[in-house]
């Protein structure tokens, strides 16, 4: 298995423009989770989803940020209009569900809002 | 509120030694923890976790210790090597919460030579 899959890596755009960022969970995996880190706050939950369905997004900043899971396999996270605060590594992770060792993470997206 | 505190950003150690992270919890709720080990450019990975009907769990040279009355629990890493050197999460997750976890800010550990 290729593991938690997301793109791009890296990511520099200019305020105000909009930013979608992918993941590709562990086939199997019934849940999916984004992560935030920052210096300031370290690893933030932002949302999380459970058979596609999301389950909690009350560490969601703003409704500048919305994510989806239309399938299995693919989960996205877009911030519209994007701002330079936004800047971070954004993980995206996926488990069996409930089982909290089961947590995989894929390697980030680093966001640089300019 | 931080529910999971890491009070140390950073930690040197020589190469040989034992190294002592730290972790402290806000909710008696939580009945699970991890610890995460974290590469630059790299995703966090598990290393080892306990559950709260034990207050030790052994994997090779990595011992987790959970102190209940306190909500204090500390990772071991005995003998220290460099390849440990590398950003150190703790996480909690409660009953119910379907795997939620919940992360400290971490600690980095440099394991000198």
């Known amino acids: 298995d290729a593991g938690v899959i997301q793109s791009p890596r890296h990511e520099v755009t200019e305020m105000g423009q909009e930013v979608t960022l992918r993941c590709k969970p562990i086939?199997?995996?019934?849940?999916l989770f984004w992560y935030r880190q920052t210096m300031m706050r370290g690893l933030e939950l932002l949302i999380y989803f459970n058979n596609n369905v999301p389950i909690d997004d009350s560490g969601m900043p703003e409704d500048r940020f919305s994510a989806k899971m239309p399938n299995a396999s693919f989960s996205t996270l877009k911030i519209q209009p994007s701002e330079p605060r936004d800047s971070a590594v954004y993980f995206c992770?996926?488990?069996?569900?409930?089982?909290?060792?089961?947590?995989?993470f894929g390697s980030g997206t680093r966001l640089t809002v300019v | 509120d931080q529910q999971v505190k890491q009070n140390s950003p950073s930690l040197s150690v020589q190469e040989g030694r034992i190294s002592i992270l730290n972790c402290d919890y806000t909710?008696?709720?939580?009945?699970?923890f991890l610890w995460y080990k974290k590469y630059p450019a790299e995703g966090p990975t598990f290393l080892i976790s306990?559950?709260?009907?034990?207050d030790k769990n052994e994997d090779g040279r990595f011992t987790v210790f959970l102190n209940k009355s306190a909500k204090h629990l500390s990772l071991h890493i005995v003998p220290s090597q460099p390849g440990d050197s590398a950003v150190y999460f703790c996480a909690a997750s409660a009953w119910g919460s379907q795997g939620n976890l919940i992360f400290g800010k971490g600690t980095k550990l440099s394991v000198k030579p």
């Open positions: 992770a996926s488990s069996t569900g409930g089982i909290p060792y089961g947590y995989t």
């Open positions: 306990i559950s709260s009907i034990k």
């Open positions: 086939s199997g995996h019934n849940s």
């Open positions: 909710n008696s709720m939580f009945d699970y």
